[in-house]
């Protein structure tokens, strides 16, 4: 019988990615995943192995160490929400030993910045 390499085996992966690219996830059926949610999916989400947990933050170092527990989560995948939001949960994770793996939040793009309300006035009355 062939193995599966160690990151090929089957784990309980929490994505805590938002629902616009849970699809990508798909490609590696061999996983459970658990999502956190703020509302319940009104559509079949795109993962053959999935289990949601409805929840609304804000998040609690104890809830978010009973929901990796409970869970039995093996590896987290987040997004860099440049935020506190997350903090819980990663800490968690950490006391836990987990594997995190963090999104990058993608660049922005070129824009024009103003630091005070006089250049706001400016701004808006220039042509372009």
């Given at each position: ?32 995943y ?7 999916p009104t ?6 192995d ?26 987290i ?47 808006l009355?220039?042509?372009?």
């Open positions: 019988m062939r193995r599966l390499a160690p990151w090929r085996a089957h784990q309980r992966v929490l994505l805590a990615i938002g629902r616009m690219h849970l699809a990508a996830f798909a490609t590696q059926p061999q996983h459970h658990v999502l956190r949610l703020v509302d319940r559509s079949p989400l795109p993962l053959p999935v289990s949601s947990v409805i929840d609304r933050g804000p998040f609690t170092l104890e809830g978010d160490l009973a929901l990796l527990e409970n869970q039995r989560i093996q590896r995948v987040c997004k860099n929400s440049g935020g506190d939001g997350a903090a819980s949960k990663l800490t968690a994770a950490r006391m836990l030993g987990l594997p995190i793996v963090m999104i990058e939040r993608p660049a922005l793009p070129p824009r024009h910045e103003v630091h005070c309300i006089d250049d706001v006035f400016n701004w009355d220039s042509p372009s």
